[in-house]
């Protein structure tokens, strides 16, 4: 007979075995989507000064958040991630090379100095916007919610095209009233939010049209204009999230994102978050430029409507 002391012993050293057994079968079972999140911690700055119309989920609120803020730290804080949020862009002046990535909810010039209905919120200097781009260039990440393609910059290419809306790859144009409506999900499917989806997501957002599109990105989701509400919607299919590359840097943009419902539930903020996740590098997509092929006129503002057909 064993005394308990013995008993005890065995049992844990059992124990332990069946422990390390299960936490090997655990770290080499988990799907990618599950484990993507493990990796050291990373800094992002979430800013988000908005000119003249306001974004709800970007209105400081007493405690100093936002809507869409709190939503993103919530999301990030799970992953090892780091949500700086601002609406002062003086912080591009300083040291931006302790950021992995740069997330912008904005509108308007960037650097233009009044419009902005909060006080405490400051313009990018003309300095700052060519520190971000060559941060981005050299392989920081950058995410651009919804209006924030509205924002330019004063810094042209050769041809006088903003760089601003060259780097996100597409410039906002118009909206109409919110509606139900879908998008077409391009395949291969990548983001890890989309993967059960099928064919095509429907939502209820406004949903922005664009123009100026950078024909060198890979397209994640394309607006489907059939059955739409909306002059400006009288147009063929054209993208309506895509993600880029900027020399070493990850770019993503997501039209998603208008009212503060969005941000007040986990799967809608998920949308944003993945795209955030993969321009830190924690899970790789393919960038082959699809434009062409998915949307192939997608630059056209007045076209008929294409159907259901064309993705
Ligand atoms: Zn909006």
Redesign the pocket.
Known sequence: MSNGKGISRCRVRTATITLMATLFAIVFTLPLTETFGAEGRAKVLYFTRQQG?E?TPTKLQDDGTTVSGAALTKYCDARNIELVCTQDGRVFDGDIDQYDAFVFYTSGQLEAAHGSKNPTAHAISSDGIKKFFAAVKGGKGFVCI??ANVSSCSHKDDKGFDLYTKLVGGRFLL?ANMQDAPVLIVSPVQLPWLKDKGDTYMAHE?W?TFTDYNPDMHVVLVQETAGMTGDCYNRPNYPSSWIRMEGQGRVAYSAF???DAFWQNDENVRKIGEMIEWTIRRFDMDTTPNFDIVTPLGNELHQPKTGKNQR
Request: aromatic letters at 10%; zero cysteines; hydrophobic letters at 20%.
């Open positions: 119309f974004h919804h209006s909206h406004e922005p994102g208008h009212v």
